[in-house]
């Protein structure tokens, strides 16, 4: 279970991310169950080994407080015609408690997993949004479909495949950013936005910030009107020892981003530059071993938030207090006791809101 909490600092939410194993699907019922009852505002998923809109249905049926984030989904291998019907209904089924997150992948993955042919992310999202928002224009109003863009022309929308009109018909859209392309697109067309957890508190304050406030202000809306959900890496244990292995793992995650070039912004921002272009070479030559190394203390301690479970929850609001408006985490939760100390980490972030609304 992983734990969404919104901020400066508003709103608490656990989001269930799967990262060496698939989900327990027969879990997530009583998952997010448990959820509501520790004081959460919402559940986020991740489109890595399971349909987060299958499991975020699942989680509607058992809830009826907080809110469901597809953090993200996927866009660009699904209609945007496809994307807006299962948004609709899982809007209707949670009775307005859907938020639609969306992220375009890597051109590897748009190549040689989903099969498609690549094109600029930023404009491609840009129209995906504006299309599926179309669509949805088209139930809600009866307005005629007629979208044109150069990926997308939408023209037909038979009665038959016409839902109609819902009680909960805006849906928000947050789009995974990472360059500040992305998150001009994000202040023009979005709701919010959801950085990748690379991004560090400085990058988010001179980089995406400014840019999502551009994108706003050339859309004619106000930046405050746009949300800053971070997802930050974690290490975090009841002991120094379990913190110890928590950051090796922290390491190994960082080592991989930096070797990866979409990310190179924020080390270069840091001066982390020669560090990182080091790691692609050794990527590239499959040398693994010869990586987590070059990650240096400084750099895990700047992207990661690090600290023993009696300290990690203030640690987590002063990293984004001020600077987003909701931030991911989560413990493992194996009993009574670790939902008691979860339950107390979420009122500690969440304290932030009042002291700053």
Known sequence: MKVETHLPLGKVDPGIRPSDRPLAVDRVPEDARLVEELGYDGLVLTETKEDPFVVLAMAAASTERIRLTTGVAIAFPRSPTVTAMTAWTLQRGSRGRFVLGL????????????????????????????????????????????????????????????????????????????????????????????????CTRRYLEEVLSPAVADGAREAGRSPSQIEMVASPLIATGPDTEAVARAVRDVRA?????????TYRRVFDLHGWGEVAERLSVLSREQRWDEMEPLVTDEMVETIAVVGAYDEIASKVRDRYLGVCTGVEFSIPVEGPDDAERLADMVRTIGQASGSAS
């Open 103 to 198: 992220g375009t992948q890597v051109k590897g993955h748009i190549e040689r997993r989903y099969g498609l042919r690549w094109s600029a992310p930023g404009p491609w999202m840009e129209e995906y949004v504006r299309a599926v928002r179309a669509v949805w224009e088209t139930w809600q109003n009866r307005t005629p479909l007629d979208f044109h863009g150069r990926h997308y022309h939408l023209t037909l929308m038979n009665p038959l495949f016409d839902p109609g009109p819902i009680e909960y018909p805006h849906i928000p859209i947050h789009l995974a950013a990472v360059n500040p392309y992305m998150a001009r697109v994000a202040g023009r067309v979005a709701d919010g936005v959801r950085p990748h957890p690379i």
């Open 253 to 261: 995650r960082i080592s991989f981003y930096a070797s990866t070039r």
